[in-house]
Structures are given as structure tokens and as C-alpha cells.
T-cell receptor, first 112, second 114 residues
Framework: EAQVTQNPRYLITVTGKKLTVTCSQN?????MSWYRQDPGLGLRQIYY?????VTDKGDVPEGYKVSRKEKRNFPLILESPSPNQTSLYFC?????WGYGYTFGSGTRLTVV | GDSVTQMEGPVTLSEEAFLTINCTYT??????LFWYVQYPGEGLQLLLK?????DKGSNKGFEATYRKETTSFHLEKGSVQVSDSAVYFC?????????????FGQGTTLQVKP
């Protein structure tokens, strides 16, 4: 089944403890992207990648890192999480620009 | 900059009613337009899309037409069901391939009552 898989689905962590949210797609898509969804703020792009080793900042990149060493994987790294990073995170992939993204099921992160 | 504006919700309808959710956009160039749906506790699913002016996207009884003259992409369905209750997002793909960015509207919550 063609899909974007994120792990974990739920995560509660403490301030400052490094964490990684994994994202994998099995559709050989070029584009991958991370979004966060917050009430009243909608969906905002954190980082995106157009291909292996090509990544760039979105609208809200502060406090996050990404890497794209393989085409299928695009992990989101929070080196020192803070409570304002409590959010619902979505990974998404797209075959090409303009095709529309396929989204993962989301990761609900709580930082206390 | 590019932006998407959706009608505010929530929208509450009775089953079999006609649905319209308004969406207008501001963009440079020639964006692609999308409607996504988010069911409770789930990720976003692509509902339909249109890539150029006058294109009509359709899926599962939903339709939307890309209107360049009015910069609109309104979502319609002739007869809604309880199972259509969800949050609907209008989005555009910016006129450049360098960002891969989707710009979303705020979302419109639809509740359909039996």
C-alpha cells in the first residue's frame, strides 16, 4: 500500500531531551515536507526537501533539523524541545511539484 | 505573498443538503489548487485538485472549479452524508517549484446531522 509512515503517533517528552520523529514513504516521491498544525494557526511548513541531500527551511524552521540521506526517509529532529513545540506534526510526500502531497497520519507531540 | 482564505466554520447541515465551502486565493503565477479533508484523529487526505484555469476537480461526489477570473476554488457537493463530517482545507501550490510548499487555508469544519 502506498503510504507515508510516521512514528511515533504520540509522544510526551521533557524540555531539552532530544527526539527524532521518523518519516518514511514507499512511493519513490521526490518532494517531502514537514508541517505542524496548531489551533488557530492552521498548517505551517517547517522544512522541505526536493530530493536526496537537498533540504531547505519552510516558514517555521527554528528549533528543528532535518536530513534526507535516502529518498524514502525524512526524519524531523528536535535537538532541545521546548513547550512551544507542542503540536501535531505531519510528514508529507509528493511525486513532483504541483501534484499534491500524500500525508502521514500525524505525530502528536507534547513537551512538558 | 501567496495566501488562501476559506469561509469560516463550523458549517452545520442536515443529511442530503447541498454543500458549498468558499475558497479564494491570492497568488503570483499559476498555482495548482487542492482540497484536502481531515477526519477526526487522522491525517490530511487529498480530496481533489485542479492544475489550471477552468479545470474541474472531482472525487466522491465533491467538485471544485478553478476560476482564475474570480481567484476562487469553491468546494461543492450535491447531497452530504453524515460520513462527510470533517475539516476541509483549501490549499495552493505556490508558483515556484523551489519550495514544494502547500499554502493552506484555515480549514472549515463541516458537521452533518442525520
Amino acid at each position: 500500500e502506498a503510504q507515508v509512515t510516521q512514528n511515533p503517533r504520540y509522544l510526551i517528552t521533557v524540555t531539552g531531551k532530544k527526539l527524532t520523529v521518523t518519516c518514511s514513504q514507499n512511493m519513490n516521491h521526490e518532494y517531502m515536507s514537514w508541517y505542524r498544525q496548531d489551533p488557530g494557526l492552521g498548517l505551517r511548513q517547517i522544512y522541505y526537501s526536493m530530493n536526496v541531500e537537498v533540504t531547505d527551511k519552510g516558514d517555521v524552521p527554528e528549533g528543528y533539523k532535518v536530513s534526507r540521506k535516502e529518498k524514502r526517509n525524512f526524519p524531523l529532529i528536535l535537538e532541545s524541545p521546548s513547550p512551544n513545540q507542542t503540536s501535531l506534526y505531519f510528514c508529507a510526500s509528493s511525486l513532483k511539484w504541483g501534484y499534491g502531497y500524500t500525508f502521514g497520519s500525524g505525530t502528536r507531540l507534547t513537551v512538558v | 505573498g501567496d495566501s488562501v482564505t476559506q469561509m469560516e466554520g463550523p458549517v452545520t447541515l442536515s443529511e442530503e443538503a447541498f454543500l458549498t465551502i468558499n475558497c479564494t486565493y491570492t497568488a503570483t503565477g499559476y498555482p495548482s489548487l487542492f482540497w484536502y479533508v481531515q477526519y477526526p484523529g487522522e491525517g490530511l487526505q487529498l480530496l481533489l485538485k485542479a492544475t489550471k484555469a477552468d479545470d474541474k476537480g472531482s472525487n466522491k461526489g465533491f467538485e471544485a472549479t478553478y476560476r482564475k477570473e474570480t481567484t476562487s476554488f469553491h468546494l461543492e457537493k450535491g447531497s452530504v452524508q453524515v460520513s462527510d463530517s470533517a475539516v476541509y482545507f483549501c490549499a495552493l501550490s505556490t508558483g515556484s517549484s523551489n519550495t514544494g510548499k502547500l499554502i493552506f487555508g484555515q480549514g472549515t469544519t463541516l458537521q452533518v446531522k442525520p
